[in-house]
């Protein structure tokens, strides 16, 4: 089987430029609103069914006992899933969901059925964690401090603010400055955003990802 470069991957839904002489022929406002992107559509939408056919001949080969079929497919799956979360998620949480899915890919590499295209198959479990690394941001940005940090009742005593500020010293600071202008100063997402130049994605990613730091801290 030939094996494909990183770029030929990562292109795959990338519109491809005419030739030479097509370039040269004089454009009419019907060739710039429709032709070119009908073409440049249905050259993607080719580019990436040639990559689902593929895809699905590595995996069942794969399964037959091909150790190098199945090391190709999961390279070449691991670059596709690089361009796929990065349209869609900041890179702290898109990393974590690319190794999610290869993972899955794996754990699920049994349930995949030979008369199912492999492309839709991948793009489930690929779409599925992103929804669900969504969902999580959203609903830890949603918690308050206290929701999220278990602190046990030693005889009434809790955290000093001198004491929190010390934990809190001790995450991150992209963490640390959204957990205080977010939790503490009760700053929303977007203008926590706009003081500390992350995205709103990311600002919310931090704040899940200190509070985990926190509560581990607390325990």
């Known amino acids: 089987m030939k094996a494909l470069s990183g770029d030929e ?3 795959s839904m990338a519109p491809q430029s005419s030739g030479a002489d097509e370039s040269r022929r004089p454009r ?3 060739d710039a609103g ?3 992107p009908d073409g440049a559509k249905t050259a993607r939408w080719q580019r990436w069914n040639d990559c689902s056919e593929r895809w699905g001949r590595l995996m069942l080969a ?3 006992g091909d150790g190098a079929a199945y090391e190709q497919l999961l390279r070449e799956l691991d670059l ?3 361009a796929y979360y990065s349209r869609r998620l900041p890179y702290p949480a898109a990393d974590d969901a690319r190794q999610e899915v290869l993972l899955a890919i794996h754990a699920k590499r049994h349930t995949f059925a030979p008369s199912k295209p492999f492309g839709a198959w991948v793009t489930a479990i690929a779409r599925y964690k992103w929804v669900d690394r969504v969902r999580d941001a959203s609903r830890y940005s949603a918690l308050s401090l206290d929701d999220e940090i278990a602190v046990e009742d030693h005889e009434g005593a809790a955290i000093s603010a001198a004491a929190l500020d010390q934990l809190l010293g001790r995450l991150k600071p992209a963490q640390e ?9 009760g700053l929303s997402i977007a203008r926590a955003s706009g003081v500390t130049g992350q995205s709103a994605a990311l600002v919310k990613i931090n704040i899940h990802r200190g509070l985990k730091k926190l509560a581990a801290l607390v325990s």
């Open 9 to 11: 991957i990562t292109s």
């Open 28 to 30: 009419t406002r019907e």
């Open 34 to 36: 429709s032709s070119r």
């Open 62 to 64: 794969a399964r037959e």
């Open 80 to 82: 596709w899933l690089r």
């Open 177 to 185: 400055s959204v957990i205080r202008l977010v939790k503490l100063n």
